[in-house]
């Protein structure tokens, strides 16, 4: 079985400053992992995702993530925060080389950026 | 090329009645999952549809819901005697054919929000 832990509800930042979303997750076979931003009202858009080409991945608007085994982690970072990235975000798992095509969501992180 | 549509964005509904949320897919995938998002909570996996076929189904409600991809035609998302807890956002996410190991993205759409009065 898989599951997302998302350590934080809320996430307060200045503008500028160092972005750290956290994710662990829990899987009993290789796993692919997916961060996704949600705007208010409005769907889920995919950030970036690791599919165990590399461990640390880029994405969209300047976010990045590590794949790190041995903490069993996906944690998101930005160095910079800008005011449009506040929004919700969430970390998703789904099993690798399965048939199993399910997405296993955090309960969500929202980003708050202050100015 | 249009993304995930969903229809209506916000629907509203008395208990008792019954609630149609559709979704027509990007163009070129072929597979439909559905997912509900309670206030406060992440996204739920309820449903997972080709064409004419349901995938996988384990995460919906056993009373009540149904879900059908037809043919031709959007996907359909049925709640039948809504109740108040049925109050929701549901999603609906398209991707390409799948396979064994293969890591098809999840588009999703902008949502359908659920109102039960």
């Known amino acids: 079985a898989q599951s997302v832990t998302q350590l934080g509800s809320h996430v307060s930042v200045s503008e500028g400053a160092l972005v750290l979303l956290r994710c662990n997750y829990s899987?009993?076979?290789?796993?692919?992992l997916f961060w996704y931003v949600q705007y208010p009202n409005q769907g889920l858009q995919l950030l970036l995702k690791?599919?165990?080409?590399?461990?640390l991945v880029k994405g969209i608007n300047g976010f990045e993530a590590e794949f790190k085994k041995s903490e069993t982690s996906f944690h998101l970072t930005k160095p910079s925060a800008h005011m449009s990235d506040a929004a919700e975000y969430f970390c998703?798992?789904?099993?690798?080389?399965?048939?199993?095509?399910?997405?296993?969501f955090g309960t969500g992180t929202r980003l708050l950026v202050s100015p | 090329n249009a993304g995930v549509m969903q229809n209506p964005r916000h629907l509203v509904r008395r208990r008792g009645q019954e609630a149609r949320l559709r979704c027509s897919p990007m163009k070129g995938h072929s597979h439909v999952y559905w997912y509900r998002q309670l206030p406060e909570e992440g996204l739920k996996f309820m449903v997972y549809?080709?064409?004419?076929?349901?995938?996988?189904e384990s995460g919906m409600p056993k009373e009540r819901f149904s879900a059908e991809f037809p043919k031709e035609g959007p996907s359909i998302l049925r709640i039948q005697q809504v109740v108040r807890g049925d109050s929701a956002a549901y999603f609906c996410a398209s991707s390409p054919t799948p396979g064994r190991g293969l890591t098809d993205t999840q588009y999703f759409g902008p949502g359908t929000r659920l109102t039960v009065l």
């Open positions: 998703a798992v789904r099993p690798m080389n399965t048939g199993f095509q399910k997405l296993v």
């Open positions: 690791y599919t165990s080409a590399a461990t």
């Open positions: 549809l080709q064409k004419e076929n349901i995938i996988d």
């Open positions: 899987s009993s076979v290789p796993p692919y």
